[in-house]
């Protein structure tokens, strides 16, 4: 979350190293921000059997937890299909982009903040019934496209926090479905990856509505069945095989992500290529390890609590730079050329990014999270 959150701030510095930044769309090439929404939607894999395993411990039907996982998907849907809507907003709409920024971004803080259980339900069903009036309201104000051919909200994509919603409600529904079996859950993620594959070698002639070329939902997938080896080998107290069985699959995804990278459309995070997805695949789970490593082993939890809200209030940080971008924009200020630009423009998207998470730390201490 703390790099998502570094790779977006320093999109706009200039005359920075091209590995920092996005490969362009046309590249056969793999840059540095390229590796963190891959990285993002495997460790939505790594948490998801813990969230439904809990729900089942806790003794919740199988109804329950399907609705609760149906739910949990819309909303991140939601967000995202306003979200790409933003992308499109026209000049010529009523009110200023930055204003419909903010008042959409306030909206899902009323809906989806994790109100405590001692407010009154009165007040907590009117600040949730007054972000959905907000948003509806914000729907009806909406303008996209040109002031010569205006176009209402549509999905152009579905953002970012749409793909993680559409990956996570396939995969969360196949785990449940599969009450987490391992091997039937391997069996998914080989069947998702060759649609992948299938999709850019030319071997498929469509794509599927929901997982479209595959990518996403493999990536998940993937996360999914590094939860499910790591919670076995600990649970049988093998966790020495851990650290070979993880570097092998790390070094066999990021080969064969290499070996189909000339066959399969190349490295391409935009077009969402089986290389990108294997090797990305690949170096989130031996970074994975190497975390296991310093945390568990060796309990240096403390050098990452500088950023630990980035994990305890994920949502509540995607959503900061809404508020910081636009709140910039809505009153006309501009970053001085000097730390736009090069090492210094590095610097301070480092030291922002710090600081939104430290103040979503401080929303924390006064129970001000979002919670899906």
């Not at 949730?128 to 914000?138: V, W």
């Not at 390890?289 to 309990?299: A, H, P, R, T």
Request: proline share 4%; aromatic share 14%.
């Amino acid at each position: 979350m703390f790099l998502m959150i570094f790779v977006n701030e320093s999109s706009g510095v200039k005359d920075i190293p091209l590995w920092i930044e996005h490969a362009e769309a046309s590249a056969d090439a793999l840059g540095f921000a390229d590796i963190i929404f891959p990285a993002f939607l495997l460790i939505v894999g790594l948490s998801l059997p813990f969230a439904i395993n809990n729900k089942i411990n806790q003794g919740k039907s199988f109804a329950s937890i399907l609705t609760y996982i149906l739910i949990r998907g819309a909303s991140l849907l939601i967000i995202g299909f306003y979200h790409v809507n933003l992308e499109e907003y026209s000049p010529a709409a009523l009110l200023p982009k930055a204003v419909w920024a903010l008042a959409i971004t306030f909206a899902f803080f009323l809906i989806w903040l994790d109100y405590p259980d001692s407010m009154p339900k009165n007040r907590k069903h009117l600040s949730i019934g007054g972000g959905i009036f907000l948003l509806i309201a914000m729907a009806i104000l909406y303008k996209g496209g040109t002031a010569e051919q205006p176009v209402w909200m549509k999905p152009y994509w579905w953002g970012i926090l749409g793909i993680i919603g559409w990956s996570y409600l396939v995969c969360a529904v196949l785990y449940l479905f599969c009450r987490g079996n391992l091997y039937i859950l391997i069996t998914c993620w080989l069947i998702l990856a060759l649609i992948n594959i299938g999709s850019h070698m030319g071997l498929m002639g469509l794509k599927f509505w929901v997982i479209g070329d595959g990518a996403s939902a493999t990536l998940t997938m993937g996360g999914i069945i590094i939860s499910g080896i790591y919670t076995q080998l600990t649970a049988r107290g093998k966790t020495q095989r851990l650290w070979l069985i993880l570097s092998l699959i790390g070094i066999v995804l990021i080969t064969a992500g290499l070996l189909l990278r000339p066959y399969a459309d190349g490295i391409s995070k935009i077009h969402s290529t089986p290389a990108w997805v294997f090797i990305c695949s690949g170096i989130t789970i031996l970074v994975f390890e190497i975390v296991i490593f310093l945390v568990d082993v060796k309990g240096k939890k403390n050098w990452f609590k500088w950023i630990s809200p980035a994990g305890t209030s994920t949502l509540t940080c995607y959503l900061m730079p809404y508020f910081q971008v636009f709140l910039l924009q809505l009153f006309l200020i501009k970053y001085p050329l000097f730390i736009n630009t090069g090492t210094a423009g590095l610097l301070r998207s480092f030291a922002i990014s710090f600081l939104l998470i430290a103040l979503v730390g401080l929303l924390e201490k006064k129970r001000i999270r979002l919670k899906l």
